[in-house]
């Protein structure tokens, strides 16, 4: 049987594991950055056609040098939660590796303690599915960790909401070409009726 000093350290190397394998909490990260975008709450984007402007910056109401470990920011496009309802693969997880609420990577760029403010247009891209989103920054240190984040919308991902309309899956020139081969059939059709009509009245004379 094991000892209570046994068992003590067992839990100590399973503690020390999932420590040393595991992630970035978000919940342990500072809402240092500022984030705003063009849409507003409610709006509707169109994939493959509208664009957002996204800019980020330090929190300026903070003390000086909170960034001297910040080396770059990534900017993503994040799941709302009634976009993440039933759907396991958009599932919000506390553990950064593990988390699945923002999939899409807007832009990245090195950070700079001299630029009070970044901006960026985005082009909605073509494969961004239809759902109801928000947008967050994360700073990264040296080692690629994130460090602090921010985002458009409140602790519960209420507010400042926008809607993205994806493509349903055949592009509009596909659907040209479509009706225009059906016309081209439909006169193709009437054609050789109409020869074939000729034919008959000749063979009748």
Known sequence: MASGFQINCLLFVFFFAGSA???????????????????KQGSELRAGEDTIKVTWGLNQTLAPGLDTKYNKVKVKLCYAPISQKDRAWRKTEDDLTRDKTCQFQMVARTYSSANKEEAFDWKVERD???????????????????VAYGQTTDSHKTTNLFEIQGISGRHVSLDIAAACFSAFSVVSLFGFFYVEKRKAKSSGK
Do not use: C, E, M, W
Not at 133 to 140: C, T
């Open 21 to 39: 394998f595991g992630g970035v909490h978000f919940s342990t990260l500072p809402q240092n950055l500022v984030v705003q975008a063009s849409p």
């Open 128 to 146: 961004t599915p239809t759902a109801t989103y928000f947008i967050r920054a994360y700073a990264l240190d040296s080692d690629g960790n994130q």
